[in-house]
């Protein structure tokens, strides 16, 4: 058996995950990685692999032979330039979520994928959790009829602490939080409904966020620290992301929401706010026979039936427990790295694919435009036709 060989980009972060990739007796060893950070490549080393080579640079790594694939688990502003390099460097390509900060971008990179002949697939670990997975085998199943309504609800209540105190908050490098933050659920939309969505309008601003305060101010040097609840609530991670949340540059949304029409007629709402005091994200699906709903601390599935027309449903409500599981982001990244695996070693479709990640992108960009362009309805655009004979 051949082991997969990969080289990972951007150790820190969600590139931790690079551990569930490498088992010295398993199907893939993780033997590279690649960080701005050294102290990142020497706690990557200890982490995943000693024997690994490291490199500040990505092309020094990219030229390496030996390495089969590549994880980006870079800035999101990066994903573009690494992945294309990947490609045409003749590797296959895991890419965190969100695919890029542009649909234009989503594009070049399946073109590159088109003319590589490697394998894709895209970092959407949600579709891995118990939870969501559930909700959409009782989708899948009928259990609720058709799905006519969908709403979303995300607090995203530390959204200062993970989100405003670096690169996040500046559009030019995020182009805003409906995409970096809301591709998970937007793509959620996509995946337990089956649809994609045709159009989108959005209503959002800064409330909160940004302000008057000096660029280069950092929060462990400000004379408001002790006093600031954006520091006090969290300074172990301002440790490490400790720009001023209400500095000039910040000009990413706070409080946004997005209406869409998906394919099929399909109506969904999608609701975020980041200086709420708690943190959760709550679905909602409704269709002709019931309703599906997760409670907020994703411990819990319930499903209400309507009994109108057929009375064997009047005793069919139910609620499902949900099982915890282990590893990241409730035990979703060891499965989603065994799939990168499946796809590239047995030619198995993966479930977070290249088209989702795009048709996620494209949405969160349309309805951005639209908040900032006087709210109207903005039609999503369609693949290229160069790509449409591509098998997605």
């Not at 965190?96 to 234009?104: D, G, L, R, W």
């Not at 966020?209 to 600031?228: A, E, I, M, V």
């Not at 590239?344 to 900032?372: E, F, H, N, W």
């Amino acid at each position: 058996m051949k082991q997969i060989r990969i080289g990972v980009v951007g150790v820190r972060g969600r590139g931790a995950m690079a551990k569930n990739l490498h088992d010295e007796n398993g199907r893939s060893v993780v033997i590279a990685g690649t960080d701005v950070n050294k102290e990142a490549l020497e706690q990557f080393k200890s982490d995943v692999n000693p024997k690994a080579f490291v490199t500040q640079k990505y092309d020094e790594m990219l030229k390496m032979d030996e390495i089969d694939a590549v994880m980006v688990a870079s800035p999101d502003f990066t994903h573009e330039e690494y992945v294309l390099k990947a490609f045409n460097a003749g590797k296959h390509v895991f890419c965190e979520k969100p695919m890029a900060i542009t649909t234009e971008g989503c594009d070049k990179m399946l073109k590159a994928w088109q003319e590589s002949g490697k394998k894709f697939m895209i970092g959407f670990n949600m579709r891995y959790m118990n939870i969501f997975r559930v909700m959409k085998d009782i989708v899948d199943a009928g259990t609720i009829g058709e799905i006519k309504a969908v709403w979303v609800r995300h607090f995203v209540g530390h959204g200062g602490r993970w989100y405003y105190h670096d690169w996040h908050a500046n559009s030019k490098y995020s182009t805003g939080l409906l995409l970096q933050k809301a591709s998970h659920d937007i793509d959620m939309i996509h995946w337990i409904t089956g649809k994609y969505t045709k159009r989108a309008a959005g209503f959002g601003s800064l409330d909160y966020y940004g302000g008057k305060k000096s660029n280069d101010l950092r929060c462990p040097k400000c004379p408001d620290k002790d006093t600031c609840v954006e520091y006090t609530y969290a300074p172990e991670r301002i440790n490490k992301h400790d720009m001023c949340v209400f500095r000039k540059e910040v000009d990413v949304e706070d409080n946004s929401t997005v209406m869409m029409e998906l394919e099929g007629g399909i109506k969904a709402t999608y609701m975020q706010c980041h200086y709420t005091p708690d943190y959760w994200r709550n679905y909602v699906f409704i269709g002709t026979e019931g309703r599906l709903e997760n409670l907020d601390d994703h411990s819990k599935v319930i499903v209400k039936m309507r009994s109108r027309s057929k009375r064997w449903k009047n005793f069919a409500d139910q609620v499902y427990d949900i099982k915890p599981a282990e590893g990241g982001h409730g035990g979703a990244d060891p499965v989603i790295c065994n799939d990168f695996i499946d796809m590239i070693c047995d030619g198995k479709q993966p479930i977070a694919t290249p088209l989702a990640g795009r048709m996620s992108v494209a949405t969160a960009c349309a309805a951005t435009y639209s908040i900032r362009n006087g709210s109207g309805m903005v039609e999503i655009p369609p693949l290229p036709k160069t790509l449409k004979n591509k098998v997605f």
